[in-house]
């Protein structure tokens, strides 16, 4: 039998370093309290977290982050909760295994073009990265796999957070997992749209993804002697 109580579910935010993972979680997790069904929310990159604390950034230490994550969001939605998961999460097959155990999994693909994560670079980590400075940062010499089948793409160079989360809101509609009278707690009043939501808008397409890989002056290199690698750091 569905163990599952039916009304909880995890938004799991994936994306490179500053691209908006932690902004659109604080601010899910606000209109969610406002709307009267508190969703718990994680921060795998944030130093505080105690599930991650301590791991790095080579690929398993990401993997056992989101494998933790996964672990306690899947007992929390299990009890009918509502998660809210930022995590940088790299590898598409620990975000798939999540998906297969939560089971009632929204994945969202934080998304922006290079030149503006470098723009924001608020640690200046991508700076040092192309500097071969610092190494391990994911999509620069490290593998950042965009996700092939996001429920929603957000592109946060051309979008404010919140037509976003109206977006998502609706997306969460779509799913079945957010009641149209719940939609309109958390959109200050909004109607749902009946049907399908749309799909992204043309132009739209993965911005990092693409950036990601070839950027200039990165290169795959394995860590050199005297050279920091981004440990701690997963942002
Ligand atoms: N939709 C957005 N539009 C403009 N700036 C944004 C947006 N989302 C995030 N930012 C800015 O980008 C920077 C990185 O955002 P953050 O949420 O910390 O990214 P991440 O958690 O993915 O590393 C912050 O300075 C934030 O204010
Ligand atoms: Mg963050």
Do not use: C
């Amino acid at each position: 039998m569905d163990q599952q109580h039916g009304t909880g579910f995890v938004i799991w935010l994936t994306g490179m370093a500053g691209a908006g993972k932690t902004t659109l979680a604080n601010q899910l997790g606000k209109r969610f309290a406002g709307a009267g069904r508190p969703a718990e929310v994680m921060d795998g990159d944030a130093v505080n977290e105690l599930l991650t604390r301590g791991l790095g950034v080579t690929k398993e230490d990401r993997d056992t982050s989101v494998r933790r994550l996964g672990y306690v969001s899947r007992m929390l939605v299990r009890h009918g909760a509502i998660v809210v998961v930022a995590s940088l999460s790299p590898f598409r097959e620990a975000r798939e295994a999540v998906r297969r155990e939560v089971r009632r999994f929204v994945e969202v693909f934080v998304d922006a073009p290079m030149e503006t994560l470098l723009a924001r670079d608020t640690e200046g980590m991508y700076r040092k990265a192309l500097a071969h400075e610092l190494t391990n940062v994911a999509g620069i010499d490290d593998p950042y796999e965009p996700p092939a089948h996001a429920e929603i793409v957000v592109r946060t160079d051309l979008e404010k957070p919140d037509a976003a989360l109206g977006r998502l809101f609706q997306k969460l509609v779509d799913m079945k997992y957010v009641t149209p009278a719940e939609f309109a707690l958390l959109t200050g009043g909004q109607r749902p749209r009946k049907g399908a939501a749309k799909p992204p808008k043309k132009g739209a397409a993965p911005a990092a993804a693409k950036g990601a890989a070839p950027v200039k002056g990165a290169k795959a290199s394995k860590p050199a002697k005297g050279k920091r690698a981004a440990k701690g750091k997963r942002g």
